[in-house]
């Protein structure tokens, strides 16, 4: 099986190439937040830019569970898409810092309209996460327990994407890997998680110094 060191290339050089010089960009997303003024639905092909990664966007980078697999059919279908037709060799769950929808799952706020009810169903996927961390960190700072639910949704979406037979007969068969990244965007490293130490390291530091931090 191939490894990941290609992909860890590309994330050096985003490093180097992107985070340094759009350092105030990064850091005014860091300080204030994402005001976005367009949405834009783009195709899950590998052969846009870099070119070597089938992308699957959503919201928290949530996987749902095989048994939700029919309710959430655009993020499962572009999975079994790049797992049966394509087969990648890889899945990679990639979290990060200063997630609004972690932050709106952390704030579980009861829906007040038809939208929100929408994102709290999907946001619902990772409600374990939230439990784990209010029992864990109750009394901890809110930006505390969002950063340890950040990382602990990346965990159950790990654990439902082994609920998918067609996934975890192929992990049991090594022709399936399956990763959890974690991007700290203020301090600009990449952590990985090993299931061993049960804690997320560092995969890629940062040895340029580049981060969006004043």
């Not at 394509?86 to 979290?95: F, K, R, S, T, Y």
């Not at 700072?141 to 998918?164: F, G």
Request: overall charge negative.
């Amino acid at each position: 099986m191939r490894d990941v060191s290609k992909f860890l290339s590309g994330f050096r050089r985003f490093q180097q190439n992107y985070l340094g010089k759009q350092h105030a960009l990064f850091e005014q997303l860091v300080q204030q937040g994402q005001k976005p003024r367009a949405l834009v639905i783009a195709c899950c092909d590998s052969r846009c830019d870099p070119g070597d990664m089938f992308v699957v966007r959503n919201v928290a980078n949530l996987v749902p569970p095989h048994v939700q697999a029919t309710y959430f059919a655009a993020t499962t279908s572009a999975i079994a898409f790049a797992v049966h037709n394509l087969e990648v060799e890889h899945i990679i769950v990639m979290g990060h810092a200063q997630c609004g929808g972690i932050r709106a799952l952390m704030e579980h706020k009861t829906p007040s309209c038809n939208e929100e009810e929408l994102i709290a169903k999907w946001l619902g996927i990772a409600e374990d996460a939230r439990q784990q961390v209010l029992h864990k960190f109750k009394n901890k700072p809110v930006q505390v327990q969002a950063h340890a639910c950040e990382q602990s949704a990346i965990l159950v979406s790990l654990e439902n994407l082994m609920s998918y037979p067609w996934i975890s007969s192929r992990v049991y068969e090594n022709k399936l890997a399956l990763h959890g990244w974690y991007f700290d965007m203020p301090h600009g490293e990449l952590y990985e998680y090993h299931p061993q130490s049960g804690v997320f390291e560092v995969l890629v530091d940062n040895l340029e110094g580049v981060s969006c931090q004043a």
